[in-house]
Nanobody, 126 residues
Framework: QLQLVESGGGLVQPGGSLRLSCAASGFTLDYYVIGWFRQAPGKEREGVSCSTDDGSKYYADSVKGRFTISRDNAKNTVYLQMNSLKPEETAVYYC????????????????????WGQGTQVTVSS
């Protein structure tokens, strides 16, 4: 069974940091573009960051310089390091994967996704 399972969400103060993890099972991430999306209450799901196995990366303008996506293929795990978090970034964060024929832009901007995780809540509040 193909699965993506996120962890690492929680409550953090404005300006704080969190690292999200996404463990894949049932398939090998080497052959997939992977990404992180988020959905705030009442808003559409948006692509935050996506990455190919050969290092091509996309970041939404709102997170450039603060968020970093990385992948450890040996652990079949994807990470999203989030620094300087803002209250408006409170959302459910989802991990996703799509076959590696898709570009990072197509995945993150076009929301071309084959598999979704169940999501992890991130709340930025004092």
């Amino acid at each position: 069974q193909l699965q993506l399972v996120e962890s690492g969400g929680g409550l953090v103060q404005p300006g704080g940091s969190l690292r999200l993890s996404c463990a894949a099972s049932g398939f090998t991430l080497d052959y997939y573009v992977i990404g992180w999306f988020r959905q705030a209450p009442g808003k559409e799901r948006e692509g935050v960051s996506c990455s190919t196995d050969d290092g091509s990366k996309y970041y939404a303008d709102s997170v450039k310089g603060r968020f970093t996506i990385s992948r450890d293929n040996a652990k079949n795990t994807v990470y999203l390091q989030m620094n300087s978090l803002k209250p408006e970034e409170t959302a459910v964060y989802y991990c996703a994967a799509v076959a590696a024929v898709v570009s990072v832009q197509a995945m993150c901007v076009g929301t071309q996704v084959d598999y979704w995780g169940q999501g992890t809540q991130v709340t930025v509040s004092s």
